[in-house]
């Protein structure tokens, strides 16, 4: 089913047409500033991101702030609804990847690579109903996995996540 969904959405994104900066900065930019910590963020000069008003401004966060950095100015670039539509894709899997890794990744970075996913999905969805709806038909597929594996990980001594396991599926 996620599958399904997932392969129509990324054929309706063939056709979402070019999607600005313009367009992009604002929404993409907002969702970032909703992050608990982020509220102080800034674009300045470059168009780079300046996290000195917030809670990543010191050099334990450096490795955070280039993270975001680098996903924002990928996000906010100018390109075709199907390029960011795939890189909203990309976000999903790095994501994925890190926490699996049990790579070192603060909890305010997670949520800021979600809001630049969720700033994009917000423009993209304006361009086609059709995106909208089959977008809102994938997160209800997959969010309850998502809760399932977020209770999963405060459980002591589970370190493998079952949803992974032939028989979880």
């Known amino acids: ?3 399904t969904v997932g392969q129509k959405l990324g054929v309706v994104a063939e056709n979402l047409g070019t ?3 313009a367009e992009l900065t604002p929404s993409v930019l907002g969702a970032l500033k909703k992050v608990p ?22 050099s334990l966060t450096a490795s955070d702030r280039v993270a975001i950095r680098k996903a924002f100015t990928q996000a906010v670039k100018s390109g075709s609804g199907s390029q ?22 603060t909890d305010t970075q997670e949520k800021a690579l979600n809001a630049i996913r969720g700033g994009l999905s917000d423009v993209l969805e304006t361009k086609n109903s059709s995106y909208k709806t089959l977008s809102s038909e994938y997160r209800k597929i997959v969010q309850p996995l998502a809760d399932l594996r977020k209770m999963m990980k405060n ?10 396991l032939q028989a979880g599926l």
């Open 19 to 21: 999607v600005t900066a």
């Open 155 to 164: 459980i002591p001594g589970a370190t493998e996540d079952i949803l992974d």
């Open 1 to 3: 089913m996620k599958g």
């Open 84 to 105: 960011k539509h795939k890189f909203r894709q990309e976000l999903f899997e790095v994501l994925g990847g890190k926490k699996k890794s049990l790579s070192n990744i």
């Open 37 to 58: 910590g982020l509220s102080g963020l800034t674009v300045g000069k470059g168009g780079m991101l300046n996290f000195s008003n917030t809670t990543l401004a010191s």
